[in-house]
């Protein structure tokens, strides 16, 4: 499989040069996120040797976490015989991947960020799940970070192209837009990332194949595997977390979209579902998107935890998931999906692709119901981002459209928090007062 170029290695690169003496570094994202690729390739670049203990097979390495924290020099000793690599103090790295198979590990990196002989990193998902952190003492000399799926300029750098991206920023800079050929062509590459999502798996079986059905293959195998995990979880409730995830689609093709117990069992209420809700966070399969009872720039303040909308952390993903069951129809299925013959609710894909871009950017997921000025209608606004003292709402449109009551109206109410507010939908770039219509691809600006 190809080595994709990510981000994240600025990430990584940052914590070496500023925090790698103090603070081990703990990379969470949901399976097959291309986490122990990332990091693998980044310890090949930057140190002079590097061990790669996966937990999830290394059975022997667990033991000797367990057994040997009070002699450190014998446990080096021992991984470097284990696995026939030899360590330098100070240019070598120890990765612990699927750490949270080993919470003994985890335990241990207090004594051995002490200890002071080499840096670490640990990789995994579920980390936060209280079956892997039971009985252990969290270390306090953690720094974490979260890996998401490839963003749009990554699935661009993969394909070989990196100047677009830098296009669309300056554009988004100067509000100007990109001119109807460029936009046209774009929109084209953004339909295209969006069914094949940002699974570095997916990314690679299209440029090997050049095959819908060959990318469909492989999301579906991803998905099986996050379905499976939910349902073996000890968790209580991994029952739900399994039914919550595959009802994800259907939920999201409502009206509303926001989560429904009923919907996925009858005469079931929020609380039963807050085991598998946590769980479903947990292994970051899932974005979650609260409700603002009382929108301010202070968005933590008022959110309601039993109201929210569940998205997908994959818009690929989500995509097969709602297809499943014409898995075989891949190739003519998206070919529809791209020429827009398809019958189906495309704004469920795009809100759900919005929500994608703005976890990416480290934004909360907040969205906003509320009673307009002297009316007793309720009005929704997509999303609400909290900058620098100010409010900024998001509309999402994936028809063609001028019109936006809600956000209108929520500018009116909020406005002495609002400046500036932004429609996403399908065509280039343009300014209408406070109103700023950007083209979907340029939410990664926000």
């Known amino acids: 499989m190809r080595v994709f170029k990510r981000k994240i290695w600025e990430r990584l690169a940052e914590w070496k040069q500023d925090f790698s003496r103090d603070y081990a570094l703990l990379i969470e994202g949901a399976r097959r996120v291309g986490k122990t690729t990332a990091v693998r390739e980044f310890a090949a670049a930057n ?131 990109l001119g109807q050929a460029a936009h046209r062509k774009i929109m084209g590459e953004y339909a295209e990332y969006m069914l094949v999502g940002g699974m570095p798996q997916a990314v690679d079986a299209l440029l090997e194949y050049n095959s819908f059905s060959r990318v469909e293959k492989v999301k579906r195998g991803i998905l099986d595997l996050y379905v499976k995990d939910a349902a073996k979880t000890e968790e209580s409730g991994s029952l739900l977390a399994s039914m919550t995830l595959q009802n994800v689609p259907s939920m999201l093709s409502k009206h509303e979209k926001r989560f429904m117990p009923s919907a996925v069992r009858r005469g079931s209420r929020i609380r039963d579902f807050r085991t598998s809700i946590a769980w479903l966070a947990g292994s970051k399969t899932v974005n979650i998107c609260y409700r603002s009872t009382d929108p301010s720039p202070a968005l933590g303040l008022n959110l309601d935890e039993d109201v929210f909308k569940l998205y997908m952390a994959d818009t690929g993903l989500l995509f097969t998931a709602a297809f499943r069951a014409n898995i075989g129809d891949a190739d003519e299925i998206c070919s529809a999906m791209l020429k827009g013959k398809l019958s189906i609710n495309e704004g469920m894909f795009f809100e759900n692709q919005a929500a994608q871009e703005l976890k990416a950017s480290g934004h909360d997921l907040v969205y906003g119901r509320f009673y307009a000025e002297g009316t007793s209608r309720v009005q929704e606004i997509d999303f609400i981002l909290a900058y620098a003292g100010r409010l900024i709402p998001i509309e999402v449109k994936s028809s063609v459209s001028g019109k936006h009551v809600s956000l209108d109206r929520f500018m009116e109410k909020y406005r002495k928090w609002v400046k500036e507010a932004y429609v996403i939908h399908t065509k280039d770039l343009r300014v209408d007062g406070n109103v700023v219509y950007i083209p979907i691809y340029m939410t990664m600006c926000l």
């Open 47 to 177: 140190y002079r040797s590097y061990i790669l203990i996966d937990f999830s097979k290394d059975r022997e390495s667990m033991k000797l976490f367990r057994d040997c924290m009070n002699d450190l020099d014998g446990l080096f000793l021992r991984l470097q015989s284990a696995y026939g690599t030899e360590l330098y103090v100070r240019d070598s790295l120890i990765i612990m991947d699927e750490v949270q198979f080993c919470p003994q590990a985890r335990q241990a990196i207090k004594h051995l960020v002490a200890d002071g002989r080499y840096d670490y990193i640990e990789t995994g998902s579920l980390i936060s799940v209280k079956r892997n952190v039971r009985q252990i003492l969290i270390p306090s000399e953690e720094m974490a970070v979260e890996m998401f799926p490839m963003d749009f300029e990554e699935y661009l750098w993969a394909k070989g192209d990196t100047v677009t991206a830098g296009l669309i920023r300056e554009c988004f800079r100067k509000k100007q837009p």
